[in-house]
């Protein structure tokens, strides 16, 4: 739904509980709270990819989806806390109230907000 759909039916944030957007493979999340407020941006990229591609691109920190996880490490620093879960593998900044979710090493999903 475009901007302009938006104010054809006089919505804005506190309406939606999630805006999404998809391009190119590549999709963003915008998650609001009951406020209007926004809690929680993510961008992932459908299917996974294990190489940098042509598309929409979300970058962060100069962290880049499909960038490789010792890139990251180097770039970031130690990340607070680190997890697998089957073929995934999560680093979490508590700092930078990021959390990024790696598939093969390959950044997947990156999530901005709060860490719970």
């Known amino acids: ?5 938006l104010q054809k039916l006089k919505k804005g944030p506190k309406d939606f509980d999630e805006w999404v957007y998809e391009r190119g493979g590549t999709r963003l999340e ?24 042509d598309g929409p691109e979300c970058v962060v920190n100069r962290i880049r989806l499909s960038t490789q996880e010792a890139e990251v490490k180097r770039v970031l620093g130690s990340p607070t806390t680190e997890s697998i879960d089957g073929v995934s593998k999560t680093l979490t900044y508590k700092s ?17 907000g709060p860490l719970e």
């Open 30 to 53: 915008v998650t609001f709270d009951g406020n209007g407020h926004v809690r929680e941006i993510g961008c992932y990229q459908n299917p996974p990819r294990t190489t940098l591609f």
């Open 96 to 112: 930078l109230n990021m959390k990024l979710i790696f598939i093969r090493k390959s950044l997947y999903y990156i999530i901005i």
């Open 1 to 5: 739904m475009s901007a302009a759909d």
